[in-house]
């Protein structure tokens, strides 16, 4: 199959300044590095705060972007996928090894079509949120008081409930939630107008995890998400769509590092 790449030359990316934040294991024993890419709305701090550290204490290297426009990367108010896809691909081209790309909620659809022009060791979609007129009726039906407004152009909006399971002192949650800002409007267009990302380069093996309480992607997203890559989801009940905030943080970690060593 013959893939048009001509927007990639006619209309360039522009740079940005990239917030990358790292985690090294101890002795390098050539296991493969891991990229992590947040949701809208989140930053590189998402996995930072939990995630990272633990993956280097397993031996792995653990890296999270912040996508243009989030955490502390560079403005860019009418980024869409393709801007954010260029990100995650060009720092996976800077680490040392073939990367393992591993995407959380919207981040799960920027590594879909990153997929398509990096060739990755695996992929992990956590939580994803994949898009399409789907992904639209569901928003409306869990979140109908964040979803009309920004249906009319104001930003998307979402409860500390809708992403922190129940075990979550509230507190902890609003100090999380507060962080969670979105910002570009065209990117919010994109889950529903995009186009299916194209196939991955090369046949990575792909894992999707998430809960069946999570009150952003139901069951069936979940499942739906996993039989495009051939494979089933891997539960994890009673958590939120933060899974890696949670208080059982180090459980969907542990299992996707699992796999990996497994892979």
Same mark, same amino acid.
């Not at 186009?195 to 997203?221: K, Y």
């Given at each position: /199959?013959?893939?048009?790449?001509s927007?990639?030359?006619? %209309?360039?990316?522009?740079?940005? &300044?990239?917030?990358?934040? #790292?985690?090294?294991?101890?002795?390098?024993d050539?296991?493969?590095?891991?990229?992590f890419v947040?949701?809208?709305?989140h930053?590189?701090? !998402?996995?930072?705060?939990?995630w990272?550290e633990?993956?280097?204490? &397993?031996?792995?290297g653990?890296h999270?972007?912040? =996508? &243009?426009?989030h955490?502390?990367s560079?403005?860019?108010?009418?980024?869409? =996928? &393709?801007?954010?896809?260029h990100?995650?691909?060009?720092?996976?081209a800077?680490?040392?090894?073939?990367?393992?790309?591993?995407?959380?909620?919207?981040?799960?659809?920027?590594?879909?079509? %990153?997929?398509?022009?990096?060739?990755?060791r695996?992929?992990?979609?956590?939580?994803?949120? =994949?898009?399409?007129?789907g992904?639209?009726?569901?928003?409306?039906?869990?979140?109908?008081?964040?979803? =009309?407004?920004a249906? %009319?152009?104001?930003?998307?909006?979402?409860?500390r409930?809708?992403l922190?399971?129940?075990?979550?002192?509230d507190?902890? %949650?609003r100090?999380?939630?507060?962080?969670?800002?979105?910002?570009?409007?065209?990117?919010?267009?994109?889950?529903?107008?995009?186009?299916?990302?194209?196939?991955?380069?090369g046949?990575?093996?792909v894992?999707?995890i998430? #809960?069946?309480?999570?009150?952003?992607v139901?069951?069936?997203?979940?499942?739906?998400?996993?039989?495009?890559?051939?494979?089933?989801?891997?539960l994890?009940?009673? /958590?939120?769509?933060? !899974? /890696?905030?949670?208080?059982?943080?180090?459980?969907?970690?542990?299992?996707?590092?699992?796999?990996?060593?497994?892979?």
């Amino acid at each position: /199959m013959r893939i048009d790449r001509s927007a990639d030359w006619a %209309a360039p990316i522009p740079p940005v &300044r990239r917030e990358v934040l #790292s985690a090294t294991p101890e002795t390098d024993d050539g296991r493969p590095p891991l990229l992590f890419v947040p949701g809208y709305g989140h930053g590189a701090w !998402l996995f930072a705060e939990h995630w990272l550290e633990h993956a280097a204490g &397993r031996g792995f290297g653990a890296h999270a972007l912040s =996508l &243009r426009g989030h955490g502390r990367s560079g403005d860019a108010p009418g980024a869409g =996928l &393709r801007a954010y896809a260029h990100d995650v691909v060009q720092v996976a081209a800077s680490l040392p090894r073939q990367a393992v790309l591993i995407g959380h909620g919207a981040g799960a659809l920027v590594v879909a079509h %990153a997929l398509a022009r990096y060739s990755a060791r695996a992929a992990v979609l956590v939580a994803p949120v =994949l898009g399409g007129w789907g992904t639209l009726g569901e928003a409306l039906r869990r979140n109908p008081g964040g979803t =009309l407004p920004a249906l %009319a152009g104001a930003r998307l909006r979402v409860s500390r409930r809708q992403l922190f399971g129940r075990e979550l002192p509230d507190d902890v %949650a609003r100090e999380y939630a507060s962080r969670v800002r979105f910002t570009s409007r065209r990117a919010q267009y994109q889950l529903i107008t995009h186009r299916a990302p194209e196939p991955p380069a090369g046949t990575p093996p792909v894992l999707v995890i998430g #809960s069946q309480h999570d009150a952003i992607v139901s069951p069936a997203a979940l499942n739906r998400a996993a039989q495009r890559f051939g494979s089933t989801p891997l539960l994890f009940p009673g /958590m939120g769509h933060d !899974l /890696m905030l949670d208080t059982r943080w180090r459980e969907p970690i542990d299992a996707i590092l699992d796999w990996l060593e497994k892979n």
